[in-house]
């Protein structure tokens, strides 16, 4: 009787069993001390709180040098870098531009917001970054540009995308959000494509709360991008010289303090990042049904604000992802799904409502985005993906253990999740 009453019922968190985590915490994010502190002190008792200070100048400086750049104009945010970035370049109203499905949606939202045409590409399996191989059948005489996203941190496939770039005379703008400080053959992202755009929203492994930057080697493109930001002032003009059209998109002294001491840190919690994600991919690749993204030889440092694996439901007795995630949450292990729902397939992006930013129509008046089918990036979305946050990148090498632990258990037990899955679904 005691043997049969001491053998657990259920050996799932999500059933009532034990859990791997025990309530033990992963870090927690933004990360800050003394330093912030201190920075955020010396602005307030400057008086110099907003436009042209030193905070923005000298995080301008070095950020731009630690892009492997020559120029950094910040900004609000980063989806307003991508809009002015494209912006600055001068594209004709209605103009294709190339991007992914699979990221947010300030990707695509940029392009319509600069009155341009969004036309999707498919990612890589093997990266779920823009596939290279599908660019060509994608470009048209109206095409002008690219955007690729450098996916969770890791470079696309900027050779191959830039040498048809080139052949086809295109801009790529490099939407380097998850990726600060990530490498391609040793050259930093940013300084690979024209011109390349990072976000500092709360998030991101480099923050600030909410901002953005724009890093370039192109003269140009710089003091356009920094006219467009400043109101459509010129460097040295009087304060009321526009000449442009521009708006106020700057960030302020105390944002930028804020940066001046978070990419002091930035190097070292990258590779605290590198180090779990090394030891996740050996581990993870050994559960049946679970496979690590590949890092690529190309990729010499990976900016790891998220972790992705791929699931395979066959392989866990056909449980659905999101069964799957709610047990692993269970097991005290915060994964996501990620984006699920592509961008081309929100309502409004297939009813086209786009407030005035109707550019496209000039373009491409046939433009029906209830056709576009990127069918790896719907397995992406709606089966596959599993993400690890940055935050939870930054534990201990037993935290990565409790991961590894959980989805195994998670395999072992796969027909107890299958009955769990079941009385879900009602
Ligand atoms: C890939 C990508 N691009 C652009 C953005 C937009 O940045 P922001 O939130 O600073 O506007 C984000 C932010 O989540 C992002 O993940």
Redesign the pocket.
Known sequence: MSSKLSEPSHHLAVSGGPTIRNGKRFPSWPQYDEAERTALSRVLESGKWGVAGAETEAFEKAFALYQHCRHCVTM???????RNALLAGNPETGSEVIVPPY?????AT?VLEANCTPVFVDIDPDTYCLDPRQLEAAITPRTRAIIP?H?GGQPAAMDDIMRIARQHHLRVIE?C??AHGAEYNGRRVGSLGDIG?F???S??NLCCG???AVVTNDDELAEKCWSIHNCGRVRDGAWYQHENLGSNYRLSQFQAAILNEQLKKLDAKLEIRQRNAAYLNEKLAQIPGIRPLPRKRETTRHGY?FYVFRYDAKVFADVPRNHFLQALAAEGIPASAGYTTLIYKYPFMQKKQFWTFTGWRQARPDLDYARTACPVAETAAEVEACWLSQVVLLGAREDMDDIVNAVAKLYEHRHELHEFSLGAQG
Do not use: I, P, R, Y
């Open positions: 609000v945010n980063g989806s307003l870098t991508l990221t947010f949606l300030a990707t940029s996203v996916l939407d959000a998850h755009s976000s500092f929203q998030s991101k909410e901002g953005g604000h």
